[in-house]
């Protein structure tokens, strides 16, 4: 998988809580890394002349693991490179210190979401192992002929730390994990879309519920605050939860160029994944991105899909536009490079810069980008956030060019509104419900919603007559197992709204958000228990809490 950097360990001497080794790339150069498990740190560093006497250099990388997963549904990763270091050197670092820190969850995460994917499916397992290694060699040939561009200088960094990642959690006892295993879960949101581009599915993947996500970019009616909010829907194999800070101090394109200018980033992520995968970014830029999936159910865009060139993942450039970006359009436009048109999203992109309290939002405030196979639209969509107050997601595109483009029209036709941007479920509660929110904890409210019983708009032609599905958080685990549905997205399973994610004006000068983990539970929903759902012995949970009853809590960075 690595592009050029394929690295081997050794000497490394294991002492009770702290391990001190040598690691050698293929090049010769040896770094020395300490690592201190009971306190959750490790630093990275270069040695030269080894031979000769080990000259120590400054240090490359420095990470800061907190594991209190179990008491607020979070572990805090933070990761700092050294800018005064080569970027090569920093990225494999920093992949290495979170690889060997975070080893055990790594391994948790993957076998909950990867260990059985490929079970009665080997023949598209084996399409995608021949197509990621296909455009590993093309990225690898650009880098070679590119690598003095951002972008593609970006790229590149971008393997070296996923390469540090592989290398550092194969360090811990007992881990087995390949590097293809490391690829295949940063990348596992892509695979699944994968199914429909190589006609592996027989059903839609709109009609199975492959929707992840609902958001919201809400202005307050004072003006007095900008508010970004997010929940991820997915299986419950998922919530093995992290949120993390990496101020990776890159070069633009080069040792001698600028740091980059989105250096430093928050996000909501999981065990060795290098995007959010969610997704939710908070920038220093004062760039807050976000997603929600909104699919492609156009079969004949994916025409010879299995050609790997001029394609970049799209995980991939969403980090990379992050890091170089320092404006919404400028983020629109580093993203619609090499376009591999899977896991296509609506992505929002808030620039807090251009939001004043007490001021309309400045044009550029909100920039819409919608990717489907073949096409990326951007979009203006400040106006309609002041003219509305708020701007909803809930993974229908909102550009009539992409819409019909991407087959929603046919989906209406068939199965009504469902599948319409103005009449769906959520945008009609969304509509609703946006004008209670005036803080942070009535947006939280709004976020965590789901009366599925007793709210009409969350009503359906089912049996019974609703689904908790239809809802901003859904709780698709509550559908009984013996109701019918006309489609499988409104059906019970292990699937739903596991967590919350908000930040706002304020809560982005000093990176912070306001987040919770688990499905939602209230007055009316029970709170989620394995030991007491069917889905118990059906899908993996290693590591997770038998019950998701945490409160929301705020991120409290300690690398500053």
């Given at each position: 998988?690595?592009?050029?950097?394929?690295?081997?360990?050794?000497?490394?001497?294991?002492?009770?809580?702290?391990?001190?080794?040598?690691?050698?790339?293929?090049?010769?150069?040896?770094?020395?890394?300490?690592?201190?498990?009971?306190?959750?740190?490790?630093?990275?560093?270069?040695?030269?002349?080894?031979?000769?006497?080990?000259?120590?250099?400054?240090?490359?990388?420095?990470?800061?693991?907190?594991?209190?997963?179990n008491k607020t549904g979070w572990d805090y990763l933070e990761v700092e490179t050294n800018p005064d270091t080569d970027d090569m050197s920093q990225a494999y670092?920093?992949?290495?210190?979170?690889?060997?820190?975070?080893?055990?969850?790594?391994?948790?995460?993957?076998?909950?979401?990867?260990?059985?994917?490929?079970?009665?499916?080997?023949?598209?397992?084996?399409?995608?192992?021949?197509?990621?290694?296909?455009?590993?060699?093309?990225?690898?040939?650009?880098?070679?002929?590119?690598?003095?561009?951002?972008?593609?200088?970006?790229?590149?960094?971008?393997?070296?730390?996923?390469?540090?990642?592989?290398?550092?959690?194969?360090?811990?006892?007992?881990?087995?994990?390949?590097?293809?295993?490391?690829?295949?879960?940063?990348?596992?949101?892509?695979?699944?879309?994968?199914?429909?581009?190589?006609?592996?599915?027989?059903?839609?993947?709109?009609?199975?519920?492959?929707?992840?996500?609902?958001?919201?970019?809400?202005?307050?009616?004072?003006?007095?605050?900008?508010?970004?909010?997010?929940?991820?829907?997915?299986?419950?194999?998922?919530?093995?939860?992290?949120?993390?800070?990496?101020?990776?101090?890159?070069h633009i394109s080069n040792n001698l160029s600028d740091i980059i200018p989105g250096n430093t980033m928050v996000f909501s992520g999981y065990p060795g994944t290098?995007p959010s995968i969610d997704d939710f970014y908070i920038i220093n830029t004062g760039l807050v991105v976000l997603e929600t999936t909104i699919g492609n159910e156009?079969?004949?865009?994916?025409?010879?899909?299995?050609?790997?060139?001029?394609?970049?993942?799209?995980?991939?450039?969403?980090?990379?536009?992050?890091?170089?970006?320092?404006?919404?359009?400028?983020?629109?436009?580093?993203?619609?490079?090499?376009?591999?048109?899977?896991?296509?999203?609506?992505?929002?992109?808030?620039?807090?810069?251009?939001?004043?309290?007490?001021?309309?939002?400045?044009?550029?405030?909100?920039?819409?980008?919608?990717?489907?196979?073949?096409?990326?639209?951007?979009?203006?969509?400040?106006?309609?956030?002041?003219?509305?107050?708020?701007?909803?997601?809930?993974?229908?595109?909102?550009?009539?060019?992409?819409?019909?483009?991407?087959?929603?029209?046919?989906?209406?036709?068939?199965?009504?509104?469902?599948?319409?941007?103005?009449?769906?479920?959520?945008?009609?509660?969304?509509?609703?419900?946006?004008?209670?929110?005036?803080?942070?904890?009535?947006?939280?409210?709004?976020?965590?919603?789901?009366?599925?019983?007793?709210?009409?708009?969350?009503?359906?032609?089912?049996?019974?007559?609703?689904?908790?599905?239809?809802?901003?958080?859904?709780?698709?685990?509550?559908?009984?197992?013996?109701?019918?549905?006309?489609?499988?997205?409104?059906?019970?399973?292990?699937?739903?709204?596991?967590?919350?994610?908000?930040?706002?004006?304020?809560?982005?000068?000093?990176?912070?958000?306001?987040?919770?983990?688990?499905?939602?539970?209230?007055?009316?929903?029970?709170?989620?228990?394995?030991?007491?759902?069917?889905?118990?012995?059906?899908?993996?949970?290693?590591?997770?809490?038998?019950?998701?009853?945490?409160?929301?809590?705020?991120?409290?960075?300690?690398?500053?």
């Amino acid at each position: 998988m690595s592009v050029n950097m394929k690295v081997s360990i050794v000497i490394l001497l294991l002492l009770p809580e702290i391990i001190y080794g040598y690691v050698h790339s293929l090049s010769g150069e040896k770094y020395l890394v300490k690592v201190d498990v009971e306190n959750g740190t490790c630093l990275f560093r270069k040695y030269e002349n080894v031979t000769s006497g080990q000259t120590e250099v400054p240090w490359l990388a420095k990470v800061l693991y907190r594991p209190t997963y179990n008491k607020t549904g979070w572990d805090y990763l933070e990761v700092e490179t050294n800018p005064d270091t080569d970027d090569m050197s920093q990225a494999y670092g920093a992949g290495y210190c979170e690889g060997v820190l975070t080893c055990k969850s790594i391994k948790y995460h993957w076998t909950n979401v990867l260990n059985n994917f490929c079970e009665n499916q080997t023949e598209f397992c084996n399409k995608v192992q021949h197509y990621l290694s296909g455009n590993l060699e093309w990225i690898t040939q650009m880098i070679r002929l590119h690598d003095d561009t951002p972008f593609w200088h970006q790229v590149k960094l971008f393997y070296r730390q996923m390469d540090g990642i592989y290398y550092g959690q194969k360090r811990c006892k007992n881990q087995s994990l390949s590097i293809s295993d490391i690829l295949w879960m940063n990348m596992l949101t892509e695979i699944e879309e994968m199914k429909d581009a190589f006609n592996f599915s027989t059903t839609s993947s709109k009609l199975k519920g492959s929707g992840r996500c609902s958001a919201i970019v809400k202005l307050l009616p004072d003006l007095s605050d900008l508010y970004v909010a997010h929940n991820t829907w997915t299986g419950y194999q998922w919530m093995l939860r992290q949120v993390k800070k990496y101020k990776l101090n890159y070069h633009i394109s080069n040792n001698l160029s600028d740091i980059i200018p989105g250096n430093t980033m928050v996000f909501s992520g999981y065990p060795g994944t290098l995007p959010s995968i969610d997704d939710f970014y908070i920038i220093n830029t004062g760039l807050v991105v976000l997603e929600t999936t909104i699919g492609n159910e156009n079969k004949t865009l994916w025409n010879d899909y299995d050609n790997p060139v001029n394609k970049v993942s799209t995980l991939a450039r969403s980090i990379i536009s992050n890091r170089l970006a320092r404006y919404g359009y400028d983020w629109a436009n580093y993203y619609a490079n090499f376009n591999n048109g899977l896991y296509n999203n609506q992505w929002m992109i808030v620039d807090m810069n251009r939001f004043l309290p007490g001021i309309y939002p400045k044009i550029g405030t909100l920039v819409v980008v919608e990717q489907i196979p073949t096409l990326i639209k951007i979009s203006e969509r400040t106006n309609i956030l002041i003219k509305q107050g708020y701007w909803p997601s809930y993974n229908i595109p909102s550009s009539p060019e992409v819409f019909n483009l991407s087959g929603n029209v046919e989906l209406v036709k068939k199965f009504g509104d469902w599948f319409s941007y103005e009449n769906s479920p959520r945008a009609k509660i969304f509509k609703r419900d946006q004008t209670n929110v005036k803080s942070m904890g009535t947006l939280m409210s709004l976020m965590r919603y789901n009366d599925y019983k007793y709210d009409p708009l969350s009503r359906c032609n089912c049996t019974p007559p609703y689904s908790a599905e239809n809802a901003i958080a859904s709780r698709c685990d509550l559908n009984p197992d013996n109701g019918t549905y006309p489609i499988p997205a409104l059906s019970h399973r292990s699937h739903g709204a596991i967590d919350v994610k908000i930040t706002s004006k304020f809560f982005t000068q000093n990176l912070q958000m306001m987040i919770v983990c688990g499905p939602s539970s209230g007055t009316r929903l029970p709170v989620f228990n394995w030991s007491r759902s069917d889905f118990k012995d059906s899908v993996s949970h290693i590591g997770q809490p038998d019950v998701f009853n945490f409160s929301s809590i705020i991120t409290d960075w300690l690398l500053k």
